[in-house]
Structures are given as C-alpha cells and as structure tokens.
C-alpha cells in the first residue's frame, strides 16, 4: 500500500535545491508536517468588532498580519504546535471573509477596478458577474507541473468567468461563458475541496477563469475547510476516483494534529489589486502565477486588458517580497517571443531569479483564434497557430542566457525528462 506523503516526499523533483527552497512550506504543509496557513489564521485574533467601518477593518487586518507571518514562524522552527494554540473569535480568517463581503459592495477584487455593488441586482463590471459563483468543473488534475499533481493529482476547482479576454483562452468555454456549470455556495465549495482532497489531491488549486473574481465566495468557502458539520454541503457532489493506484486513504492523509489540512495553490493571472494580495496572503500556502505578456500593446491587442505589465510585475514583486512559495508559468505564444517572451524572462532575471519557471510550449489556437470556430475573429490570425519549434527553441535560449531556472520544470515529462538528479 502507498501512502500518500511518503510518495509525494520521494519525487525526484525535491532534489533541485531551487525547487526543494521555493516550495519548502507548500511541500511540508502537502505532507502534513505543517499546518495550512488557513488553520494557522484561525489562532490569530483581530482587535476590531466585524461591524466597524472598512477601513477599520483593514487595519486590524494589517496588525493582526504581522501577528500571523510570526506565529506561522514559531509553527514552522517548532517552537509552538497548532494543537496547543486554542481557536480564537474573532480571527484573521474571519476578517478576511468579511472584508471580502464588503469589497463585494464595491467591487476592487481585480485591477478593473469596477466599483459595482455586485452584492445586489444592477450593474455589473467587467467580469460581468453578481455576488453568485459557478464551477465548471473539478477533478485530480494529472496535467499540472510535477510539484503540483504529485502522485494522486491536484485538486483542481475551475470558475467561469475571467477578468481578462485572452483571445487564445485555453479555457474558453468556462473563461468565456459566465453561465457555465454548477452554482456554489461557500459549502459546497468547502464540501469539493474536502472530497478533492479525500480522494488523495496534494493541494487544492483554485483556478478559472481567474479565482480572483470569485474572491468573496472562495474566502468564505476557506472558513469553512474545517467545519466539517456548518460547512458542508455534498449535494449533487460527486465521489473523485483518484485512479492513480492504491493509496492510504485515511484521514492521516489529509489531516494535520487532528484538523483538516491542505495546502492552498493560487493559479491566477495576477491581475488583481493589493487589497485582494493582502487578504490572501493569510491563507494561500503556493501561487502559480501566469506571467503572459510583455510590456508594450499585446495585452491589450491580445486580451483588451489595459495596465497588464505594470499589474502583474507589481503583485511579482510582493509575492517575491513576502518571500511566498511560488512558480511561475509563461506561455508561449505564436509570433510573440521578442514582444512577449522576451521582456518575461528579462523581468524575471532582474527581479526575482531563483523562481521556478514553467516555459510552456502547448499553446494551441483556441477561442477566437481558431480558424474552424464560430468565434473566430480574422484580426487574431498571427495568433491562429502552434508556436513553431525556431520559437520554441528560442524561448528556451533566452531562458539559459539568462541562467534561469526552468529546465526542471519544464522538462520534467516522461519524453523530455532528463532526470538531472
Ligand atoms: S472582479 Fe474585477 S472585473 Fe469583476 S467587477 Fe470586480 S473589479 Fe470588475
């Protein structure tokens, strides 16, 4: 019988020392010697009534911050167990909840900046979404990078709906189709991630879409992780087969000291506002940032999304600042490796070189770019092809110039595998 930690310890890939440093916390709390960063919030305590104003809200918010990033460092060097911290009202996990509540009254959950009352009937902002959100989809994911699909998959719940317009969305049909899906309550939402992780997943991976736009009904849903009575819903939830052999599946193998335990993996495109940075923060354990486009029009002429560059690298650098577990992905794309590629991989070396790069060559002309679809728009036709190999193989040069650290990622499949260690 194998068990889950002991195999997802033993993959080769812990044995590139970037890897092995940049994900140490995500991989400790996946194998259940620490604590997922929501539990650790639930034993912070915030100095404010819930029913206070905004702002502060968001200052207690930022104390009790601080009070956190040290107790998750006396967790982390053993000085103190969880077990022996009581569960304390009102806590950090809950402030953030309810801060997301009120950004929902105004919504800045992203870089649009839409200030729409989203909790009512009435205008909507660019993401064109209410206060309800729907899954398209969830399942063990085996196509994620290695640290993250392991042996038993990544929990993977994909929302509708996005904040960007990707032409080439890879996701089209639940990016593009707010409608998509099952509607979720916090509970139910709760209810999937448990049964993902249950069903042998490493990490449960919030992703869409974009995640970001559904920031209220994810935070809520988080609280709930642990609430195994008010914060389960398993209507219309479906059992996921892990299908990846036998493994242990008892609650040793998603519990931490007695208490419900995964880590939390943030997969967006990073166009969102500090606010949302902050709240998050306190409780994704791993970010699996996009990093798309260069900084002149592309993401503009590419995705009609504005401020991109100066968004993007600016969340880059708190992640990098915050000294947060991460890898970044960038894909690329069919005549867009000087505009695009190029300029990514030079912010990268400059700004934050030992972070593991995912330099993906499986873009495939999708959504509005594919010549046979009924979307299809005749201005996207440098984008209507796969990346030739020349560009590929460029892309891959001007990481090695640059001494980046991707080949262990990206290189990691079967074919290509090079198995360095
Ligand atoms: S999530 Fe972003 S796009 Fe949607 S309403 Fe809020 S600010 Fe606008």
Same mark, same amino acid.
């Given at each position: ?108 959950? /992203? ?5 729409? *009352?989203? =909790? @009512?009937?009435?205008?909507? $902002?660019?993401?064109?979404?209410? &206060? ?33 317009? /990707? ?5 089209? *049909?639940? =990016? @593009?189709?707010?409608?998509? $899906?099952?509607?979720?309550?916090? &509970? ?43 914060? @389960? ?189």
């Amino acid at each position: 019988m194998f068990t889950r930690s002991d195999d997802f310890d033993n993959l080769w890939v812990w044995n590139d020392p970037q890897i092995r440093h940049r994900t140490a916390w995500y991989r400790e709390v996946a194998a259940n010697r620490m604590p997922a960063r929501y539990l650790i919030a639930s034993r912070v305590a915030v100095d404010v009534d819930p029913a206070s104003e905004e702002t502060e809200l968001w200052s207690a918010f930022d104390r009790a911050t601080q009070t956190f990033l040290a107790l998750q460092e006396r967790i982390k060097s053993g000085q103190v167990r969880l077990a022996d911290l009581p569960r304390l009202q009102p806590n950090l996990r809950g402030l953030a909840v309810e801060l997301g509540r009120r950004m929902l009254t105004h919504c800045n959950f /992203c870089r649009w900046n839409c200030r729409v *009352d989203r =909790s @009512t009937k009435g205008k909507r $902002g660019t993401c064109g979404l209410g &206060a309800a959100s729907r899954v398209g989809s969830y399942f063990q994911h085996r196509g994620e990078e290695l640290i993250f699909r392991g042996t038993h998959g990544s929990g993977t719940i994909f929302f509708t709906s996005c904040n960007m317009r /990707c032409a080439f969305c890879q996701n089209g *049909d639940i =990016s @593009t189709d707010k409608h998509n $899906g099952m509607k979720v309550t916090p &509970a139910k939402l709760a209810s999937i991630a448990r049964e993902l992780r249950l069903g042998g997943c490493h990490n449960i991976n919030w992703v869409g879409g974009d995640p970001t736009i559904h920031l209220h009904t994810i935070l809520a849903a988080i609280d709930l992780l642990d609430d195994e009575t008010a914060g @389960t819903d398993p209507s219309r939830i479906r059992r996921v087969e892990h299908g990846f052999g036998l493994f242990d599946d008892s609650k040793a193998a998603a519990y931490h000291q007695g208490e419900f335990n995964v880590p939390l993996l943030w997969n967006s495109n990073m166009f969102t506002t500090l606010e949302t940075m902050k709240l998050l923060r306190v409780l994704i354990d791993v970010w699996l940032p996009d990093f798309k486009f260069g900084p002149g029009k592309c993401a503009v002429a590419a995705a009609r999304t504005p401020w991109y560059w100066e968004t993007v690298t600016g969340n880059l650098a708190l992640l990098r600042d915050w000294g947060e577990d991460a890898g970044i992905r960038h894909l690329i794309m069919p005549n867009h490796v000087d505009c695009c590629t190029e300029p990514v991989l030079d912010w990268l070396a400059e700004n934050w070189p030992d972070v593991p790069i995912n330099i993906m060559d499986q873009y495939r002309p999708d959504t509005h770019t594919h010549p046979s679809s009924p979307t299809y728009q005749p201005r996207y036709a440098p984008l209507s092809r796969r990346p030739r190999a020349d560009e590929i193989q460029q892309a891959y040069s001007l990481a090695r110039e640059r001494g980046l650290p991707f080949e262990t990622i990206t290189f990691e499949r079967p074919s290509e595998m090079k198995h360095p260690f």
